[in-house]
């Protein structure tokens, strides 16, 4: 539906009220001062700019009717200036980057010239025309035609012209989504389906282009070699031993290569002008076919092919088809007599199936009319070096077929349908030439689709047209002759051609030469655009090019590739290789099409609206199944190769964000794992820690303690969910900078230690209430964090802030509050890093009390990593008197063997001894500690208020200097009074006898006892675990009430004391690990 826009014109109109005028320039005066001078000033973050906006305006163009967005206009132009920056757009072409460096160093900038715009027809139609009809259309076509008959041989045209129009279709709606630069199908299925893919396609792309290049050159040589100039052959090839062919391929290719190659590398615009010839040379010879056919309907050609009995000969090795001729009356053997015969004519030893079976003259071409139709309808599929034999003909099989004749026509290759499906599919490739040249097109968006489907139908239609033809005009036995031995070594096809068949074999000739030029031009450049995209850092040396823009280094490495293809030495056998990669492109074009409209992402609008998701999965079907119906074994290679590829670019390649629709397909997928996660909790056997890391930060802004990020990855190896988070203390807008800095300084810090997961800093008014907010709301849907992992606070008993402690222990309460596991790593900067490895030690696992197998899970979960891995797991658990530590030990054993781990088990006895008097006296010490805390806390109040008492004192003496001054509101005034008096002598009394109190006070009965427990079960710990390389504790709970918070602090130092590392573990409450399957 179009969309109707109305352009209301605004009148500049001066405002006529003087008053108004006047407060609008004071205000303007009172803000000139202050305003920056640049597009942000201060503390904001500029904007991320596009090169379609422009921040230049002019304050007296726009005037008062636009003063309400005045403000706005560094960074949201009006629409006036963004239409005209619109209108003034380019289509950028792939050498915009040579032409932005054209400005030498000086500050001269030299101007660009632009090359004429080209239509659908020239730009598109025709380019693809001269790369989609070549080789295989003159070389094989007619073979294919003879082996596969006519049924089939429709059957391998449908199937790969409906992959290449299915393709087509994605392809134009992918083009005419927005603006496509030169570069082509790489450019369109990177920026569709991210630089994985687009690096990975866009090699399969390169390298079918480069092994394209050889097949070209490898036919070309053919050609030459077998219809031009059959004595220009350096090894003598017989019949049957392909080997000396193959080898005259293989020095003449080289040479053509090395010519094509010093041609392209003097200048591309000899290989354009020369494209128009060649393109002529294609249109001139399938003309001549079509006239052949027209010409045979009347009158046949006068070609011959002699058959002995139904066999086919090679009539270059003689001039009669006769056994004998008379001359001068006299019976003399023919030349054909003395291949088969040894000795005179009397008494010769001739060939059992010569002497059994006579010689016959068929015409090769019988004509259209002919009826030849009907024998050519079927496949005729052979062995490797069969006679060729015509079907329906009748002969006298000889006894003796050991040793068969050398003058008969074989086959060279054992056929079958699949190999041919591969041998005929690089006829039907060539379709991206037109969007390869979008950069020079006048309108690309509508060029692209009409050319390609246009030119995809027309040679469609040449190809079904020509396979009916010459079914219906050749007779079989010379179709499936491949090099045309039976009609005296000339090119099948051009036997059918009007008025000569030279007209085919120069034409197919320079055809060749052309697409074989054509590759090695298109190759280079889009080896250079991927290297220039950075996504692989290994192909940067082939992004340099020549002062003119010519990839150099890409053009050399092209001829390399391309020479390994000549080097295998036969068009058939490089066939199915460049089939394998342009199917493979075709694949992820298709499924890029798929992807974008299955995803209905906002930014795909395609001007092209005969497409549909389905069509391209069809399309990609397609591509899949050819790849292995014509060569399984190539379609895996290509396939692991294309997979490395995609890993390197993963793990080593430049990240780049392009809006892919890999990325649109992942958010899709994680938006439904989520919604999926949130209907249910997860079972017991799926439960793992996924983390809340607390970190802390030090004045620079980078993370205090690096070894809890490793001892994450320890424990996590990349599985499950990590947040990593801190907070900053103050406002928003106050810190924001901080705040981007902090976590660019966390990112980098979970780099180095190999953590993955997320980051994320928030800033709050204090760190106690940023890290309640990430305990409630970190995380999003079923994908939230179950446990929180932090280091304990060094040093609390010497720091003068008790927040550290006091935000310590609140975060305890909110995580146990929340139903959350907590973890507390002590002594964090001792535990190992990532490149440690333990060699020997033990995990010793503490299980006082049961919270849900938590204690259980950690150590297997650690010995997992590689760092841990060597390390035996040892679990202690406590016996009271009255329990049986022996039957204990056994349930134990049985339970971790039910759980599937592998521990050692000791139980250990704890008398229940009376307290001791260094338990009483340090849980003394411990509250006279407490007490004298809260004394020196008030005293400290109490001093800063009497020295605000004495600086107002001595202010009030000089109030009169300054009669305008006024009192600031934190000023403090005191009228002493008598209830004043008294009430400040009562509160002194009670201090004084609160300090009193001190030294003759009793400790608690309940911290008496909690001291005990940790002081004994401190000394069973270290004499058990010191030599431990971990030790995992049961953290107990803290006090209910605020009022023992210092003491809970003391209770856990005695408790983890002489122990160099140590992991307290709380439960959240619920069953972590199971002994069920």
Known sequence: ?????????????????????????????????????????????????????????????????????????????????????????????????????????????????????????????????????????????????????????????????????????????????????????????????????????????????????????????????????????????????????????????????????????????????????????????????????????????????????????????????????????????????????????????????????????????????????????????????????KEGKSSEQASDNKSVNQTYVFSDITTFFTLLVGIYFPSVTGIMAGSNRSGDLRDPQRSIPTGTIMAIATTSFIYISCVVLFGACIDGVVLRDKYGESVKGSLVVATLAWPSSWVIVIGSFFSCCGAGLQSLTGAPRILQAIARDGIMPFLQVFGHSKSNGEPTWALLLTAVICEIGILIGSLDNVAPILSMFFLMCYLFVNLSCAVQTLLRTPNWRPRFKFYHWSLSFLGMSLSLSLMFVSSWYYALVVILISGCIYKYIEYRGAEKEWGDGIRGLSLNAAQYALIKLEEAPPHTKNWRPQLLVLLKLDSDLGVKHPRLLSFTSQLKAGKGLTIVCSVLEGTYMAREADAKLSEKNIKAAMANEKTKGFCHVVVSSNQRDGFSHLIQSAGLGGMKHNAVLLAWPANWKQSESTLSWKNFIETVRETTAAHQALLVAKNIDTFPTNQDRLAEGTIDVWWIVHDGGLLMLLPFLLRQHKVWRRCKMRIFTVAQMDDNSIQMKKDLQMFLYHLRLDAKVEVVEMNAGDISAFTYEKTLVMEQRSQMLKQMQLSKTEREREAQLIHDRNTKSHATLNDKATPTSDRVHMTWTKEKLISERNRLREANMAVRDIFNMKPDQSNVRRMHTAVKLNDVVVNKSQGAQLVLLNMPGPPKNNGGDENYMEFLEVLTEGLDRVLLVRGSGREVITIYS
């Open 1 to 389: 539906m179009p969309t109707n826009f109305t352009v209301v014109p605004v009148e500049d109109t001066p405002i006529s009220n003087a008053d108004y005028d006047g407060e609008i320039l004071k205000e303007q005066d009172k803000e000139e001062p202050h305003m920056a001078r640049g597009p942000y000033s201060g503390d904001e973050t500029p904007r991320e700019t596009c090169s379609l906006i422009s921040t230049d305006h002019d304050d007296s163009i726009y005037g008062y009717n636009m003063a309400l967005y005045e403000d706005e206009m560094d960074s949201t132009p009006m629409v006036s200036s963004l239409l005209n920056k619109l209108a003034n757009y380019t289509n950028i072409t792939q050498g915009v980057i040579e032409h932005e460096k054209a400005e030498s160093e000086d500050g001269i900038q030299r101007v660009p010239i632009n090359g004429p715009q080209m239509g659908t027809f020239i730009g598109v139609f025709l380019p693809c025309m001269q790369n989609i009809l070549g080789v295989i259309l003159f070389l094989r076509l007619t073979w294919i035609v003879g082996t596969a008959g006519i049924m089939e041989a429709l059957a391998i045209v449908f199937m790969c012209c409906s992959c290449t129009m299915l393709t087509a279709i994605s392809m134009s709606a992918i083009a005419t989504n927005g603006v496509v630069p030169a570069g082509g199908s790489y450019y369109m299925i990177s920026r569709a389906l991210g630089p994985e893919f687009g690096g990975a396609v866009g090699l399969c792309f390169y390298l079918g282009t480069t092994f394209a290049g050889s097949m070209y050159i490898l036919g070309t040589m053919e050609i030459f070699l077998t219809y031009i100039m059959p004595n220009a052959a350096v090894f003598k090839a017989n019949t049957g031993e392909p080997n000396g062919m193959q080898n005259n391929m293989r020095i003449y290719g080289t040479c053509c290569l090395a010519i094509m190659v010093l041609v392209v590398f003097v200048g591309v615009k000899y290989v354009n002008k020369l494209a128009l010839v060649f393109l002529s040379c294609v249109m001139l010879s399938i003309m001549a076919i079509y006239a052949g056919v027209i010409q045979s309907a009347i009158k046949p050609p006068d070609s011959q092919v002699c058959l002995l009995g139904n066999r086919s000969l090679q009539n270059s090795m003689f001039d009669k088809c006769q056994k004998t001729e008379v001359i001068n009356n006299i019976t003399t053997p023919t030349k054909l007599w003395t291949l088969f015969c040894k000795g005179d004519l009397g008494n010769a030893t001739c060939d059992e199936y010569f002497t059994q079976n006579n010689l016959t003259v068929i015409q090769a071409v019988p004509g259209l009319l002919s009826g030849v139709i009907s024998d050519n309808m079927w496949a005729h599929y052979g062995q490797y070096q069969t006679v060729l034999e």
